[in-house]
């Protein structure tokens, strides 16, 4: 079957770093998503990673290695706003997302 | 990025009746649709994907014909819960994506209470 998986929970304090890790095996790969997601609120999208490697935009990076179906986004000089769920999701062969759980931030002073 | 502007973003309604919700595509084309449901805490549950001018394609142990979904045009989904009960009460997300992208683009999504 297909799986995602993430952690449910991480707690990090202002201004540090956090990395949240995303393993999955799905039926084909097109790709990975990642979403930040508030309360009460629909998904943002962050980030797409295809290719292995590092992606850096801004204080947010993901990684990719597609050999290991492994994944994870680096958030860096981390603010209160950050707290919030984030949504690994991977693109199978049938170009159908394939959501994790999420992984609940909570940042404190 | 695109806009999909999902409407309403709250309603309330009795027991019995039916809810629509509509989502906008404001500047691309919406080849295909994705409807999903969160219940809090929880991810996003894939319903149902429906390609423009075809019917709606389910997902196992979804009722089509309590949630109805028109994508009528390449701008336009609506999904219909009818006879809404209290355990159909949830967050409705619809995401849109055209036939040449990979990304799909998120409505503000619809908190629906049946009381």
């Known amino acids: 079957g297909q799986n995602i998986d993430q952690p449910t929970e991480m707690t990090a304090t202002e201004g540090a770093i956090v990395q949240i890790n995303c393993t999955y095996q799905?039926?084909?790969?097109?790709?990975l998503f990642w979403y930040q997601q508030h309360a009460g609120e629909a998904p943002t999208f962050l980030s797409y990673?295809?290719l292995d490697g590092l992606e850096e935009k801004g204080r947010f990076s993901s990684f990719l290695s597609r050999s290991k179906g492994y994944s994870y986004l680096l958030l860096k000089e981390l603010q209160m706003k950050d707290s919030a769920s984030y949504l690994c999701?991977?693109?199978?062969?049938?170009?159908?997302?394939?959501w994790g759980a999420g992984t609940k931030l909570i940042i404190k002073p | 990025g695109a806009v999909v502007s999902q409407h309403p973003s709250r309603v309330i309604c009795k027991s019995g009746t039916s809810v629509k919700i509509e989502c906008r595509s404001l500047?691309?084309?919406?080849?295909?649709m994705f409807w999903y449901r969160q219940f809090p805490k929880q991810s996003l549950m894939l319903m149902a994907t429906?390609?423009?001018?075809?019917?709606?394609?389910?997902e196992q142990g979804v009722e089509k014909d309590k949630f109805l979904i028109n994508h009528a045009s390449l701008t336009l989904s609506t999904l219909t819960v009818t006879s809404a009960h209290p355990e159909d009460s949830s967050f409705y997300i619809c995401?849109?994506?055209?036939?040449?992208?990979?990304?799909?683009?998120f409505g503000q999504g619809t908190r629906l209470t049946v009381v």
């Open positions: 799905t039926s084909g790969f097109n790709g």
């Open positions: 500047d691309f084309q919406a080849t295909t």
């Open positions: 429906s390609n423009e001018g075809s019917k709606a394609t389910y």
């Open positions: 999701a991977v693109m199978d062969s049938n170009y159908q997302l394939i």
């Open positions: 995401s849109a994506r055209d036939s040449g992208d990979t990304e799909a683009f």
């Open positions: 990673n295809v």
